[in-house]
């Protein structure tokens, strides 16, 4: 499994940004699918999580009511919408992939396996 994340930037504070993530192989509709972010000097953290079949999904406090996650089974890609930006949502951000067989979303990267290059997204203000 191959995941390669796309869409980051450079954006002001309040602005949008989407970012993609494609996933090689056929594993993909199987695994619940998830996106992290790590800022410089810190841990890598948690920002939302889908199921397999984009069923449920779950939020980082930090995050809910502005960003949101989908994916897109037939296309192989998972999304993050950002809306309403703020300076400190800067970070790294990398999709990932739960191979594992758990119903419940997983909030650690310790429950993913396969891990995209990840994607930079810088908010100023």
């Known amino acids: 499994v191959q995941l390669q994340a796309s869409g980051g930037g450079l954006v002001q504070a309040g602005g949008s940004l989407r970012l993609s993530c494609a996933a090689s192989?056929?594993?993909?509709?199987?695994?619940?699918m998830g996106w992290f972010r790590q800022a410089p000097g810190k841990e890598r953290e948690f920002v939302a999580a889908?199921?397999?079949?984009?069923?449920?999904?779950d939020y980082a406090d930090s995050v809910k009511g502005r960003f949101t996650i989908s994916r897109d089974n037939a296309k192989n890609t998972v999304y993050l919408q950002m809306n309403s930006l703020k300076p400190e949502d800067t970070a790294v951000y990398y999709c990932?992939?739960?191979?594992?067989?758990?119903?419940?979303?997983?909030?650690?990267?310790?429950?993913?396996?396969?891990w995209g290059q990840g994607t930079q997204v810088t908010v100023s203000s």
């Open positions: 990932a992939l739960d191979l594992s067989l758990w119903e419940v979303l997983g909030t650690t990267p310790a429950r993913y396996a396969y």
């Open positions: 889908i199921t397999r079949n984009g069923g449920s999904t």
């Open positions: 192989g056929r594993t993909f509709s199987t695994c619940h």
